[in-house]
C-alpha cells in the first residue's frame, strides 16, 4: 500500500473494522511515515471531535406539541366514515354503500375465519402426524443393534411431554432386558420423567427385584424415594440380605429406607 | 409495547394502534433533533421538523412496507429538511432574511460559545456532504443504511464520506487557533 492508499483506509483503521492483516500493514506504514502519521493524528483527532460532540437535547416544547398531534391524530382516526356527511338526496345511496361493504366485511371475516378453521385442522393434524412418525421414528431406534443409537433412541423420549404406552412399554423393556447396562441406566432415567404413570411405577418396582447392576440399582432407587413410593420398601429390604450387594448399595438402601418411612 | 422492535411498533401503528407512536417518539426524537440541529441551528425550527416527521409517519403508516424502519423515517425527515430548504430558499429571494439553512455568518458564530470549532467547519460543507457526515458521525448510522435512506449503495456512501473526513481535516486544522 502507498501513501494515498493508507490515507484512504485511515477511517476504516480508526473505526477498528480492517481485517488484521490491513490493520498491521498500517500500523507498519505509519510507524515509518512521518508525513501519513501525521494525517492519521489529524484524522483520529477529527473524529474524535465527532464523537465528543454533545448531543442536543429538544425542549418540553417537542413532546408536549407531539402530544397533541398525536391526541388529534387518534380523534380523527374513526371518524374516516363521517368524512362523507350523508346528503339527503344521496343518503339511500350512502346506505346502499354502507350495505355492500358490510357484505363485503362480512365475507371477508368469514372466509378469514373458515380459512383458520380449516389451516388449525390441518396444523393439528399435521402435528399428530409429525409426532406418530417420531414415535414411529423411536420404537425402530430402541431395537437397533448399537447400543449408542438405543441409548439416542431413550433419550430422545425425554422430549416427548405425553408419549403413548407403546413407547412406555418399549422403554420399560429396555430397562428391563437390554444387554447393555447403559441403556438399561438411560431409559431408567427416561423412564423417571412419566412416573405419573402406573406401568412405569410397577415397572421400576419391578426393576429392583430382577436388576443386578448396582449403579442402575441405586438410579432406581433414587427415583422411586422421589416419588415417595411405599411399595419399594419390601424390595429394597431384600436387597440388603443379599450377600453380594455391595456397601455403597446398601447404604443407598439404608437411605432410601429412612426416607420412605 | 417496550419490548418490541422498531419495525413490530411501526407495523401496529400502520393497524390503527397510535398509542405505539409514543414508543416511537421516544426513541427517536432526540435522534431526529440532533440530525436536524446539526443542519439548522435553530432550536424552535429543529423542534418544528421533528414534529413534522411524526405527523408524516401516522399520515404515511399504510405505505410502510417492513423494511428497516430507521431507514424509512431518516428519509421522510431528508425530504421534509429538503422541503423546508427550498422553502427557506423562495422566501430568501423575496425578503432576504437570515440564512436559516445553517449557514451561520461569522459573527453569529463567534457569539455563540457553545458551538465548537467542528460545527463551524461543518458549516463550511455543502448540505449534501454535511447531511452525509452528520448521519454517519453524529447520528451513529451505518454506510449500508444510509445508502438505502439516500438511494445509493454502500461503497459509494462510504467513500464519498471518507473524501468528506478528509476534506473535513484539512479545514479543521487550517482554521485551527
Not at chain 2, 414508543?23 to 421538523?49: G, H, T
Not at chain 2, 405527523?55 to 425527515?77: E, P, R, T
Request: proline content about 2%; overall charge negative.
Amino acid at each position: 500500500m502507498n501513501c494515498t492508499d493508507i490515507e484512504n483506509k485511515l477511517v476504516d483503521y480508526i473505526d477498528g473494522v480492517l481485517s488484521e492483516n490491513e490493520t498491521k500493514t498500517i500500523n507498519k506504514h505509519i510507524e515509518s511515515c512521518s508525513s501519513c502519521k501525521n494525517v492519521f493524528n489529524e484524522t483520529n483527532e477529527l473524529i474524535n471531535a465527532f464523537t465528543n460532540e454533545t448531543v442536543a437535547q429538544p425542549t418540553s416544547n417537542l413532546k408536549t406539541s407531539f402530544e397533541e398531534m398525536l391526541a388529534q391524530e387518534k380523534k380523527k382516526q374513526p371518524k374516516v366514515i363521517a368524512l362523507q356527511p350523508a346528503k339527503r338526496n344521496s343518503y339511500k345511496s350512502v346506505l346502499q354503500i354502507a350495505a355492500s361493504v358490510a357484505i363485503l366485511f362480512t365475507g371477508y371475516l368469514l372466509g378469514g375465519y373458515q380459512e383458520s378453521q380449516n389451516s388449525q385442522k390441518e396444523i393439528a393434524t399435521y402435528q399428530t402426524e409429525q409426532k406418530q412418525l417420531k414415535e414411529n421414528m423411536l420404537l425402530a431406534m430402541i431395537d437397533n443393534s448399537s447400543p449408542s443409537t438405543r441409548i439416542k433412541a431413550v433419550n430422545y423420549t425425554e422430549e416427548l411431554t405425553t408419549p403413548d404406552t407403546k413407547i412406555l412399554e418399549a422403554l420399560i423393556d429396555r430397562m428391563h432386558n437390554d444387554s447393555n447396562s447403559n441403556v438399561r441406566l438411560s431409559a431408567a432415567e427416561a423412564l423417571s420423567k412419566f412416573t405419573d404413570s402406573e406401568l412405569v411405577k410397577t415397572s421400576l418396582i419391578q426393576t429392583l427385584t430382577t436388576e443386578k447392576n448396582p449403579s442402575i440399582q441405586v438410579e432406581v432407587i433414587q427415583i422411586l424415594v422421589q416419588i415417595q413410593e411405599k411399595r419399594a420398601l419390601d424390595p429394597m429390604k431384600k436387597i440388603l440380605e443379599q450377600p453380594e450387594a455391595p456397601d455403597y448399595l446398601k447404604t443407598q438402601v439404608n437411605i432410601g429406607i429412612a426416607q420412605l418411612i | 409495547m417496550k419490548q418490541l422492535s422498531d419495525e413490530e411498533l411501526m407495523q401496529t401503528v400502520s393497524e390503527g394502534n397510535l398509542d405505539a407512536m409514543t414508543y416511537i417518539f421516544e426513541r427517536y426524537n432526540v435522534r431526529l433533533y440532533n440530525f436536524y440541529y446539526q443542519m439548522v441551528k435553530d432550536v424552535a425550527i429543529c423542534e418544528d421538523l421533528t414534529q413534522n416527521v411524526f405527523l408524516k409517519v401516522i399520515k404515511y403508516k399504510h405505505s410502510y412496507k417492513g423494511g428497516k424502519f430507521a431507514s424509512w423515517i431518516f428519509k421522510i425527515a431528508r425530504n421534509l429538511f429538503y422541503d423546508h430548504y427550498q422553502e427557506q430558499k423562495k422566501t430568501q429571494a423575496f425578503e432576504d432574511i437570515d440564512d436559516v439553512t445553517g449557514e451561520l455568518d461569522e459573527e453569529t458564530i463567534e457569539k455563540e460559545e457553545e458551538v465548537s470549532h467542528l460545527m463551524r467547519v461543518l458549516n463550511n460543507l455543502n448540505e449534501k456532504d454535511k447531511e452525509l457526515i452528520v448521519m454517519n458521525r453524529i447520528n451513529g448510522i451505518k454506510y449500508e443504511q444510509i445508502a438505502e435512506i439516500v438511494g445509493s449503495n454502500t461503497t459509494a456512501v462510504k467513500t464519498k464520506i471518507h473524501r468528506i473526513v478528509q476534506k473535513l481535516r484539512t479545514n479543521y486544522f487550517e482554521t485551527l487557533a
